[in-house]
Every structure is written in structure tokens, then in C-alpha cells.
């Protein structure tokens, strides 16, 4: 079973969660330092896009640095020893940590805000980089001692060299439903949901079914945020209501967003500092897939295509993996 692999190097000491991708354990590593250590389930390595998007997930995790981005610290992307070494987070992620609340999800304010700059903090960062996160909900934000981090690069791309289209359907912004390519403000907008969410104590979207969340995006507006919190800085409230624009284009930027809730919080926000060079554009910048968790079926692969096996054996700097290269 997935769950009984070894990875060497790593202790495995007890299951932290499971996904749908991979089982995470607390894990000693060999120079003493406890780890959240993903070992992707066997299912996911026989299945090629469940493969590529964990493959993608170690390779990116490992590449972004960012005081706000889950640290990765070792990985190893395909093959049966497939597995990503990340700072351990004993609370775990944010979704639980609401729903362990007492009574309504709703955090204190001050909490609430630090938690929204962070994660936009580190979304200003991918932006910045040319890069989408496509999946910000609370189940990949994790938080240390009031700080967050924004966790999960498995559907992260560069917008230069495409990708497929995903989110989680209750984060999902309308051009997605619509089937259109996603962009660092389809991620403000999961961001606008977020806002609403920690600092109202509810979604301002919800349904049973997928084409339930699918009418609510495309067609309600929220209430407010100042009619369901009336604490909540004006100009707080005002720029979620504009995070959740219909039209991308009507969308204030991650940066904006951050910028106001340290306001909000009393602090003169700065500069983000960037270290990082943005990664060297791609030789070939193929269009978006349509295609995703929540999109139709990925054409099949063609006889001769590089599988998961055959990449795992690329060196590291090799053309032959590049996970969001068009496969002809
Ligand atoms: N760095 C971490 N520290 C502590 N707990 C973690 C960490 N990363 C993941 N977990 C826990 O492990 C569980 C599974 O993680 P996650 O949801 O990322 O799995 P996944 O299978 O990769 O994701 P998905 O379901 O989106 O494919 C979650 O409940 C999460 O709380």
C-alpha cells in the first residue's frame, strides 16, 4: 500500500492528513528536523495527469521562495519513491482550524487581516514571478503562530507557457466557469472569497452542487461585507466587493489587497522584495488547456510522449520536463 512506502532519508512517525493527491506524514528526517513529508498515493502515481500535477507541485514548491509560501525542503518529483519534504505545520491547514471553532467560522479581526496580507503577500510574489496559483480556499493556507502561508503549487503555472484551468468550486472565479484561461485575478478573486469568508464567518457563495456554486458565481453579487461585519475597515470591505467582480479586468491586484489590510491592521505597508529573478520565458508559449480537475477530460496522451517514468529519469535542468508544455 502507498501508505506502508519507505522514503529514504525520512522516519515516518504518524498519517498528519490525507488528500486526494497524497497521505501526508509527520516524518523525522535523517538530520533531525520533523517534516510534513507527502507521499502521493499509488493511484496517483499510476494515473499520468494525477502523476504530472504532483511532479509539479514538488518541482515548483522547491523553486518559490517566500516568507508566505510553504517551505519545501527536499523532493523528489516521479517514480515509486516519488515524495515533497515541507515545514511541518502542527495546527495544520486553515480549514481546519475554522471549523474547530466554536460557533460561527469567524476568526478575530486582527487575525483575520494578517492572515489575508499574508496569503496575498505571497500571491503578489507569484504574480510578480508570471505565476497562477489557481487553488487559494483555507485548505491550503497554513498558519504558524498567527502567520500564514499559502500552501499547494500542484495546479500553479506560469501564465508565459500556459497550463490547465482548475480551482476548488466554491474559490472558482466566473471566467473559469466559463471555461476561459485563468489569471493572477482569477486568483484575487478566490483571494475576494477568502476575504469574505475570514472576515464575515461565512462564504458569500454557497450550493449543494457544482452547477449550484456555478449560477451563484456567474449571476448573485454579495451582500456587503460591511452589512455582515460592521468592524471591518471600509476600505477593506469596499476592495473585496471589487476582488469579486464578474469582469477580471474590474479586479484590484493582489499588491492592492495587501496593502490595505496592512493598513487596516495600522501598519505602513512596504515594498515586496523580490530575490528571486522571474523565471526566463519558455522557448514555446503554448495556449492555456481548458481542461482541469473541474474541466473536461484531458485528450489522451499520444504513443511516444515522455509518461511519468520516463521524466523521472531527467536530469534537472532537462527540456524533457517541463510540466506545462503543450504535448503535441
Ligand atoms: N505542511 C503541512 N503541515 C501539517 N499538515 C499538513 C501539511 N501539508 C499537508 N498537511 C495535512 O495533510 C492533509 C492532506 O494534505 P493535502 O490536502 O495538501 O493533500 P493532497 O492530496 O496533496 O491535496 P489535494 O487533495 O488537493 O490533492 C491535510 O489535511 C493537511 O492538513
Redesign the pocket.
Known amino acids: 500500500m502507498s501508505e506502508q512506502r519507505t522514503i529514504p532519508g525520512y522516519t515516518l512517525l504518524r498519517p498528519?492528513?490525507?488528500?486526494?493527491?497524497?497521505l501526508?506524514h509527520l516524518a523525522a528526517a535523517d538530520d533531525g528536523r520533523f517534516v510534513?513529508l507527502?507521499v502521493p498515493h499509488e493511484q496517483t502515481l499510476r494515473d499520468q495527469e494525477a502523476a504530472e500535477r504532483f511532479g509539479n507541485e514538488v518541482r515548483l514548491t522547491l523553486q518559490f521562495r517566500h516568507p508566505h509560501l510553504?517551505q519545501g525542503f527536499a523532493g523528489k518529483p516521479f517514480g515509486t519513491n516519488a515524495f515533497l519534504a515541507?515545514?511541518?505545520?502542527p495546527h495544520?491547514?486553515l480549514n481546519?482550524k475554522l471549523e474547530s471553532l466554536p460557533g460561527a467560522r469567524r476568526l478575530q479581526e486582527a487575525e483575520a487581516l494578517r492572515i489575508l496580507a499574508d496569503v496575498a503577500s505571497a500571491l503578489t510574489h507569484l504574480h510578480h514571478l508570471g505565476a497562477v496559483h489557481q487553488d487559494v480556499k483555507p485548505?491550503n493556507v497554513?498558519v504558524h503562530e498567527g502567520r500564514a502561508a499559502l500552501?499547494?503549487m500542484?495546479s500553479t503555472y506560469f501564465t508565459a507557457q500556459g497550463g490547465k484551468v482548475s480551482g476548488s468550486p466554491y474559490y472558482m472565479a466566473p471566467e473559469i466557469y466559463h471555461g476561459e484561461s485563468s489569471s493572477t485575478a482569477s486568483d484575487v478573486y478566490s483571494l475576494g472569497i477568502l476575504m469574505y469568508e475570514l472576515l464575515s464567518g461565512s462564504r458569500p457563495y454557497t450550493g449543494h452542487s457544482y452547477e449550484e456554486l456555478m449560477v451563484a458565481h456567474l449571476t448573485r453579487f454579495p451582500q456587503p461585507l460591511a452589512h455582515l461585519n460592521s468592524n471591518v475597515d471600509r476600505r477593506v470591505s469596499r476592495l473585496a466587493e471589487q476582488a469579486l467582480s464578474k469582469r477580471s479586468a474590474e479586479r484590484p491586484t493582489a499588491d492592492e489587497l495587501r496593502r490595505a489590510m496592512l493598513q487596516a491592521l495600522g501598519e505602513t505597508p512596504e515594498d515586496e522584495v523580490y530575490d528571486e529573478p522571474p523565471e526566463p520565458a519558455a522557448e514555446e508559449a503554448p495556449p492555456t488547456r481548458k481542461v482541469g480537475r473541474h474541466g473536461p477530460a484531458p485528450a489522451a496522451e499520444p504513443a511516444g510522449a515522455a509518461g511519468p517514468a520516463a521524466l523521472a529519469q531527467a536530469p534537472e535542468k532537462s527540456n524533457r520536463w517541463n510540466p506545462f508544455k503543450r504535448r503535441k
Open positions: 498528519l492528513g490525507r488528500g486526494n493527491t497524497s501526508v510534513a507527502k510553504v515541507l515545514r511541518y505545520y495544520g491547514d481546519k485548505h497554513y500552501g499547494d500542484g
